[in-house]
Structure formats: structure tokens, C-alpha cells
């Protein structure tokens, strides 16, 4: 303590000796208990280590009391470097691409798909950028919401955070069923109901194993997803150049006849949303950012490296399926999120005259959407346990257990995956799950349109209070510009869904259609107005002087982390050409 102050090595020390005393009560526990005595003080509360410098809340404003609570979370950091990128990797390889693509395919083509997806994946490249850098900067519980709440305007936050969480909460058992209709490929006299139990209860378990259990096991499924795909793109050039049973050869035939394109500029737009479905979950990074072991080091190589291997999976794939599978199949024509037969995989090996790996096709399927599934109650459990430390859900929800679990979020998230037990009646299934999907059908746009803009007012802030960006652990490759070319496209993709929901394909405008596809929008709208009446503040923006840049930051010994990366530059120097392209973007 100097001239009465509290420095970072008093903060320092006060923390070691808080683990050190933790360690010893655990270790003393262990010896006076047994295995069972601690498996069930894990589920007790986590001990409430409070930091020297905390005020009472009563003190605070909503907006410190955001700042405060979200940079002090009991969430374990146990998540390594290979955990984050698999568990944005594997979120984002699933029913958007074994099966969205399908239909996907069918309403642009194979031109409409590619320019969908390309112009997409520049978006997403821009976006993951800002988040890399706040997320790097500001490792803290609830990462993008948080983000939208601390530099846009809380309103923003809350809007954000529960149009969130309804996306992935929806995402549970609508994994659970298309798991449970993936079974039925190999026979239809399987009970689905039996099979969605099963498969609930076996994503119940992983998601108590903690943060640590939970990510060796998405590591270990996004791993087979990964070679899956590889494995596909090596068969689809050798089916491609006429290596298949059927010794006939492809090329770009498709591309021909019948066309690159199937519904025109329209058909492209259309496209647009289901690959934003697609790449959603690159931005799960940003909520695994206090759970990361080592935020400065694993977190911009997790954002980096992502982002090209689904740039380089997605891509590989899309060019074979546009290759290998006619837009105007007519299998395609049903594609839906829980429709599996159409998968666009499944079409081409099957159009190949390859057998038995049609079987293997949907296995990797079967794996992928109980990957998501997984990841799906990650998303939900951490999103509903911010917005409980935000104070914009009931406190109780943000409840975290000894072993650093979210626990009420994760059983509250477990608990509706039960509703996919309705995969029995068809019907049901099929109105229920549109509905449900349409509340938050808007979601994956408006996160990353928030990301955007919160790295925007964050620069903005930082430049208003005379702070440089040398400070920065990590800074966006993209600059503010990027962010800005982020908002920007994004923005457009939900004026080209207005106009596909207003005047839908093959159709004329009607307000069931309407409102299916467009319905995450006043819903969004609704919260936001929501909690200005609640919280009687109709203030629109934080001004650059309100906003907090330094609550929650990582590395604040600016000269040390000067040293560190001028280190890390120096060494990178001396590496060759080709190694210095290479450490830059991946």
C-alpha cells in the first residue's frame, strides 16, 4: 500500500493469498471427506471472495453495478487455447451446414450461395475482430451483451443478452430432435421420444462436468466434425474429376445446367440469413473469455484461427456441394432444420453412387447436432447467468456452485430441452419449433451488428479520454473501420430479409410469412422499450466520457505488457517471410 492506496502488487498479493487459502480448505475437505461428501459441497455456493477495492452496491449506479459485478465473476477459468477455438468451431459446424445448405442451396443456386456466404464470411471477419479485441481487453463474464450494455447503453445490453439467450434456449431441443429423427435413418420403427431422454440426459451430464469436462468433450466431437468435412472435401474432388463408381465426370456441369443462379437477386438475399445461421456461434468466443485460462494468449489465436478453418471448411464444402448437387433436386425441396434426408452431404455421396457412406454422413450428423446442442446450453447457461449479474434477470439465476458452474442457468436451460419431447406429433413439432425459432430468427445479426458498434463507441472512448491503443493487449486487424464495414453489412442483411419476408419467395405477402421470418425484430424492439419503461431512463446512447475503460481489463501494467509484446515482435522478426504471413493471420 502506498500513500494510502491500494497498487497492483497489494491486489496481487491479496489474490494469492485468497487461492492459497482456498487451496488449503479444499485440501483439508478432501482429507476429511470423502469422494461423494465432495462431489455434494461442489453444488454449494462458490465463496465469495471480495475484492479490496468493491463498494456496496447501494453506492452504485446500474451501470457500475454492470461494470462491477460482470469483472468479478466466480466462473473457474479452466478453459486452455485448443478448448476456445473448438468450442466456437464446433458451434458453428452443424445443421447450418449439413443442413441448411440444402435449402439454402435450392432458393439461390449454386452463384447465390457462394456470394451469400462470401459476403457473409467478410462480415464475420470483421466482426470477430472488434470482439477480439474487447474480449481480450475486457476477458469478462457475459462478453458481447456486457460489451452492448458498458459502451453502447444498457438497454441495448438487455435487449441484446435475452434475444440471445431465446436463440440458443430454442436451439436445445430442436438439436434434440433432429437427433433423435437422425436415429430414425437407420430405422423408423425407433422411438423418438425414447431417444430425445437419452440424448437429453447425456448432455445433462456433460454440462455438469464443469467448464473443463464440458470442453474436452466438445473438443473430442469437433474433431471428428473437422475430419468429416476434410474427409468430404477430399471425396468430392475425386467424385468432381470422375473418380466415383459412377466414372462420370462432373466438373461444373451444375453450374450450367440448370444455372448458378435459381431465383435471382432475391434468391441471393434470401440466402443471407440462412448463412448467418450458419457462421452463428464464431461469436461464443467472446462468452468463453472469462472462463479462458490465459485470455492475452489463447483468445486472439482462438479469434484468428477460427475464423480461417470455417472460412476453409465452409468454403471447401459449399464448392463441392455446388458441384455435385442440382439446386433443382428435388430432395432438396424439404430441407428444414430438422428435415436430415435433405442434406445436401448425404444428396452428392448418394448421386456419386457411393454406398454404406450415406450412413456414415448422418452419424457425423448425429454428433454435430448434439455438439450444438452441448454448446447451445454453454451459450444459454452464461448469457442467463450475465444478465443475472447485470441485474436484468432474477439474482437466484446467476447462482454459480463451488466447481464454477452456473448451476440454476444450467438446469433452467436443461430443463426446456425436455419440450423436444413433442417430436412425437409432426405437426406440433413443425408449428411449435417455427414459432419458437422465429422469436429470436434475428439474433446472430443483431449480436454481431452490437459487437460492431460497441467496438466502435470502445475506440471512441478511448480516443475521448486520451488513452492510446498501445495499451491494448490486442488490437483489431481490421481497425475501426472493419467494425464500421461490419455495421454496415449487417444492417443491409436485415433490410434484404425485410424485403424476402415481405415478399417471399414463390409467394405473395401475407403476415404468417411475414412475421416468421421477421418476427426477431419487435421482439428485440420490445425488450429494448421494455427496460427503458422499467428502468424510467430513455437516455439513447452513453456519451464517450460515461463510458468505463477500465473495469474488468486484463494486463493493466501498461509497461509490462509493452515489454511483452515488444518481445513477442522482436522474436517474430527474426522468423522468416512465409512464418510472419502465417503468425499474423492465424
Known sequence: MRNGKYTNEDQLKYENSTTTNTSSSTTTTSENHGIWQNFKD???????????????????????????????????????????????????????????????????????????????????????????????????????????????????????????????????????????????????????????????????????????????????????????????????????????????????????????????????????????????????VGLTASEASNARKSLPKAIKQVFW????????????????????????????SVDLVSSPFTIAIVNGGIKGLPSVINAVILISVLSVGNSSVFACSRTLNSLAEQGMAPKWMGYIDRAGRPLVAIIITNLFGLFALIAANDNAQQAAFDWLLALSGLSTIFTWLTINLSHIRFRSALKFQGRSLNELPYVSQTGIWGSYYGLLLNFLFLIAQFWVALFPLGGKPNAYDFFLSYLGFPVTLAFWIG????????????????????????????????????????????????????????
Not at 229 to 252: A, D, R, T, W
Not at 318 to 333: A, F, G, N, T
Request: aromatic share 12%; charged share 15%.
Open 531 to 586: 427496460y427503458k419503461i422499467w428502468k424510467k431512463s430513455f437516455k439513447l446512447y452513453l456519451k464517450s466520457n460515461e463510458i468505463d475503460i477500465d473495469s474488468g481489463r486484463v494486463d493493466i501494467d501498461i509497461d509490462v505488457l509493452q515489454q511483452e509484446l515488444a518481445e513477442e515482435k522482436a522474436k517474430l522478426a527474426e522468423k522468416n517471410l512465409l512464418i510472419r504471413f502465417f503468425k499474423f493471420w492465424c
Open 309 to 336: 478453418r470455417i472460412i476453409l471448411f465452409y468454403f471447401g464444402s459449399l464448392v463441392m456441394i455446388s458441384c455435385l448437387v442440382p439446386y433443382d433436386d428435388k430432395r432438396l425441396m424439404g430441407s428444414s
Open 42 to 284: 461442489s453444488f454449494k455456493p462458490a465463496l465469495n471472495n471480495k475484492n479490496i477495492n468493491e463498494q456496496d452496491d447501494e453506492s452504485l449506479t446500474d451501470l457500475q453495478k454492470i461494470n462491477q459485478n460482470t469483472s468479478k465473476t466466480k466462473l473457474r477459468k479452466d478453459l486452455s487455447s485448443r478448448h476456445i477455438q473448438m468450442i466456437s468451431l464446433g458451434s458453428s459446424i452443424g445443421t447450418g451446414l449439413f443442413v441448411g445448405t440444402g435449402g439454402a442451396l435450392s432458393q439461390g443456386g449454386p452463384g447465390g450461395i457462394m456470394i451469400a456466404w462470401i459476403l457473409t464470411a467478410s462480415a464475420v471477419f470483421a466482426t470477430m475482430q472488434g470482439l477480439g479485441e474487447l474480449c481480450v481487453t475486457f476477458p469478462i463474464s457475459g462478453g458481447f451483451n456486457v460489451y452492448a450494455s458498458r459502451f453502447i447503453e444498457p438497454s441495448v445490453g438487455f435487449a441484446v443478452g435475452w434475444n440471445y439467450f431465446l436463440q440458443f434456449y430454442v436451439l436445445l431441443p430442436l438439436e434434440l430432435v433432429a437427433a433423435a429423427i437422425t436415429i430414425q435413418y437407420w430405422s423408423s420403427n425407433i422411438n423418438s421420444d425414447a431417444f430425445v431422454i437419452i440424448f437429453w440426459f447425456l448432455i445433462l451430464i456433460i454440462t455438469l462436468l464443469g467448464v473443463r469436462g464440458y470442453g474436452e468433450v466438445e473438443f473430442i466431437l469437433s474433431t471428428i466434425k473437422v475430419l468429416a468435412v476434410v474427409g468430404f472435401i477430399i471425396l468430392g474432388i475425386v467424385l468432381i474429376s470422375g473418380g466415383g463408381p459412377n466414372k462420370q465426370f462432373i466438373g461444373g456441369k451444375y453450374w450450367h445446367n440448370p444455372g448458378p443462379f435459381a431465383n435471382g437477386f432475391k434468391g441471393v438475399a434470401s440466402n443471407i440469413v440462412t448463412a448467418a445461421f450458419s457462421y452463428g456461434g464464431t461469436e461464443l
